[in-house]
């Protein structure tokens, strides 16, 4: 166990809809990345929030926003749904926002989302 | 820019066997380097990582040696177990605040 905690763990909805997931980061953990899984793709890094604010940006797509709350939870919000959309995001933690020393990133188990 | 290329799977070994997975990259500046492992059902763990030319990064009888001239990060295990049944990411981080760039991943199976 990671200590990273995402819900739900399945999401199947249609075509059009919006979606939110939700992870809550390792205790002490100030920094939240979201990645997309998916077969064609592989894994790719969406965004990073550190303590908040926004810190980096990867392939995430306009449809798709993301925040950090208070708490240090993340929500990653996917809108106007496509089929292509269906995937395995994970939420990841680490203490640190990155620099010239590596923090390592752990991982929470997923949430996996289909669109019909 | 960065990227990873790994070799394709699924790789299925026998219990004991010696285990390669291939891993090359592309990078600009002097990339740190990991395996990650996924198994079933569960989220990325680091394996093992190596942050500078000629570093060999090693953990639970994994290795993998970065190897600047021919930029790779091959993945080796000299003897697997079924508990190894899981799927490896190899992947790189330059310098500074970017994120972790990774390979498609292998999958690997080994039966007893």
């Known amino acids: 166990d990671s200590g990273v905690t995402q819900t739900p763990k399945h999401l199947i909805t249609a075509t ?101 | 820019g960065n990227s990873v290329t790994q070799m394709e799977g699924p790789v299925t070994l026998s219990e004991e066997a010696f285990l390669t997975i291939n891993c090359t990259y592309t990078a600009t500046g002097y990339p740190s380097l990991f395996w990650y492992v996924q198994y079933p059902g569960e989220g990325l763990q680091l394996l093992l990582k190596a942050t500078k030319a000629d570093d060999k990064g090693s953990n639970k009888g994994f290795e993998a040696t970065y190897r600047k001239e021919t930029t790779s990060f091959h993945l080796e295990k000299g003897s697997v177990q079924v508990s190894d049944s899981a799927v490896y990411f190899c992947a790189l981080r ?19």
Do not use: M
């Not at chain 1, 205790?27 to 793709?41: A, E, F």
């Open chain 2, 94 to 112: 330059n310098s500074g605040n970017t994120p972790l760039v990774f390979g498609k991943g292998t999958r690997l199976s080994v039966i007893a």
């Open chain 1, 16 to 116: 059009g809809q919006r979606v939110t997931l939700r992870c809550s980061p390792r205790s002490g953990d100030l920094s939240v990345y979201w990645y997309q899984q998916s077969l064609d793709q592989g894994l790719q890094f969406l965004i990073q929030y550190y303590n908040g604010e926004e810190r980096a940006k990867g392939n995430i797509l306009e449809r798709f926003s993301a925040q950090q709350f208070p708490d240090l939870h993340s929500e990653l919000n996917l809108s106007s749904l496509e089929l292509g959309d269906s995937a395995l995001y994970f939420c990841a933690s680490s203490v640190g926002a990155g620099g010239s020393n590596y923090n390592e990133q752990f991982f929470g188990p997923g949430t996996r989302l289909t669109v019909l």
